[in-house]
């Protein structure tokens, strides 16, 4: 899904991957199925672990559901296409290696 979106808009697929990766593992949800929040902030969320208190509102006004997979998934590769990695800079050292290997 996340390479889909990638394309469909025009996002580096590889880094949007690695990102994700490095949140969440590549996962929505815990295996008793509630929504994967951040160790550190428990206001991030899902597979690009997206801060509820910066992008809540501005996900919901785009029409994104960021507590759905999919939702999650687009609102994030938007944010991408808008602002680079730039709102994913505190895992850089997580992801940036990865990227440039590739």
Sequence with gaps: ???ETSEKYGVDDQLAVEIARC????RQY?????IVRGK????DVGVFQINE??????????GQNIY???GNIEYAILLIKKSGNKP????KSC????????
Excluded at 40 to 43: A, G, I, L, Q, S
């Design 95 to 102: 992801w940036g290696d990865q990227v440039a290997m590739k």
């Design 30 to 34: 815990s295996s008793d199925s509630t």
């Design 1 to 3: 899904m996340i390479k």
């Design 53 to 62: 208190d910066y992008h809540l509102r501005q996900s919901q006004e785009q």
């Design 88 to 91: 994913w800079s505190a895992s």
């Design 40 to 43: 550190v902030n428990p206001k």
């Design 68 to 70: 759905t997979t999919r």
């Design 23 to 26: 949140e969440s593992g590549l």
